[in-house]
């Protein structure tokens, strides 16, 4: 009996069969790519989401505690700014002591914003606002023992208040502290508390994460005896503000303006913050939207005629405006 002889592939059939198989992988490898690239940029815009929370809880914390001071005017308030130095470049003691002050605005512009003290803040991210806010730490009491020159650890600078009179606002390594005890004097019993004066000054700077230059929201803030920088979230572009005014002392906001328009800081009832998140990831649509910050103001593309605009190499990158408007609590009688 004959057995037929076994019979292989012909060359064109084998060609024929890599080539199907070359073109399943390539399809495969597509996908593939796509699918991660689609779960990074997913990714990307969660941790985006992220960043936009946590910086809109810091603007509403902070600006919610502007201006207390122990339920004491700030005309009220005597300060004793002392000798020794605290600051920043031209950000001096006496520009930190200054409760009169205790929302004021700063507007955008090159190397630093205008109005502000320079030497304060670096790397700043030209064209974006920036804000300082200052108040009595409602969370850092000192009782009188505690208030002496090794208080210096918590911060230097105290507010010794009573509730509906005045206060005493100085550094603690200046001060004649048994002086400072008995005016006002008394204590928690008498309405009388050793609060911690807070400083803080939100603004954009760079900060290189090792894969470079990152715009990140900022704080400085007095530490000890010092200004310094707080990196708090990345990827925020830029920031601006604008601030409602009660002009005529009816606890009614009438109108809205930016700094450079603001003649009296205290008829500010409220703050309207915008700012730009960017995700950290490059997406495969390039944006050319242009985001309304202010009445006057927009953030875009390199092509477009907004004052603050993103480069070509950052066109990729997703982004969301977020605007919040926050009411200053101690401002507004119930």
């Known amino acids: 009996m004959?057995?037929?002889?076994?019979?292989?592939?012909?060359?064109?059939?084998?060609?024929?069969?890599?080539?199907?198989?070359?073109?399943?992988?390539?399809?495969?490898?597509?996908?593939?790519?796509?699918?991660?690239?689609?779960?990074?940029?997913?990714?990307?815009?969660?941790?985006?989401?992220?960043?936009?929370?946590?910086?809109?809880?810091?603007f509403s914390r902070y600006l919610r505690q502007a201006d207390f001071w122990g339920g004491v005017r700030s005309g009220d308030i005597t300060v004793l700014p002392g000798s020794t130095a605290i600051g920043k470049g031209s950000c001096t003691k006496a520009w930190i002591m200054n409760p009169a002050e205790a929302v004021v605005g700063y507007a955008g512009a090159t190397s630093r914003p205008t109005g502000m003290p320079s030497g304060c803040l670096t790397r700043y991210v030209n064209g974006s606002d920036a804000i300082a806010i200052r108040y009595a730490n409602p969370d850092d009491l000192a009782s009188d023992a505690e208030l002496s020159r090794t208080a210096v650890e918590r911060g230097p600078l105290y507010l010794r208040a009573r509730l509906g009179f005045g206060g005493v606002l100085f550094d603690v390594r200046d001060a004649a502290l048994d002086e400072i005890r008995r005016s006002p004097r008394g204590g928690p019993e008498a309405g009388v508390f050793n609060y911690k004066m807070k400083i803080a000054v939100f603004h954009i700077q760079t900060q290189?994460?090792?894969?470079?230059?990152?715009?990140?929201?900022?704080?400085?803030?007095?530490?000890?005896?010092?200004?310094?920088?707080?990196?708090?979230?990345?990827?925020?572009?830029?920031?601006?503000?604008?601030?409602?005014?009660?002009?005529?002392?009816?606890?009614?906001?009438?109108?809205?303006?930016?700094?450079?328009?603001?003649?009296?800081?205290?008829?500010?009832?409220?703050?309207?913050?915008?700012?730009?998140?960017?995700?950290?990831?490059?997406?495969?649509?390039?944006?050319?939207?242009?985001?309304?910050?202010?009445?006057?103001?927009c953030y875009g593309p390199a092509s477009s005629t907004c004052a603050s605009r993103y480069s070509a190499a950052d066109a990729r990158f997703q982004r969301r405006l977020v605007v919040q408007e926050i009411q200053l609590r101690n401002r507004v009688r119930g």
């Open 2 to 58: 004959r057995y037929p002889r076994p019979q292989g592939f012909s060359l064109v059939e084998l060609m024929v069969t890599l080539v199907i198989a070359l073109l399943l992988l390539v399809g495969i490898a597509r996908v593939f790519v796509t699918s991660k690239q689609s779960y990074r940029v997913q990714e990307s815009t969660s941790r985006m989401q992220e960043n936009i929370r946590v910086a809109s809880d810091y």
């Open 208 to 297: 290189d994460f090792g894969t470079g230059p990152v715009p990140t929201l900022s704080m400085l803030e007095l530490d000890r005896s010092s200004l310094t920088t707080a990196q708090l979230v990345d990827g925020i572009e830029t920031l601006a503000f604008a601030y409602g005014l009660d002009s005529d002392d009816d606890q009614q906001v009438d109108r809205y303006r930016e700094a450079a328009a603001v003649s009296d800081w205290r008829q500010v009832l409220s703050v309207r913050v915008s700012f730009v998140a960017r995700g950290d990831e490059l997406d495969n649509v390039i944006d050319t939207s242009e985001y309304a910050l202010t009445a006057s103001r």
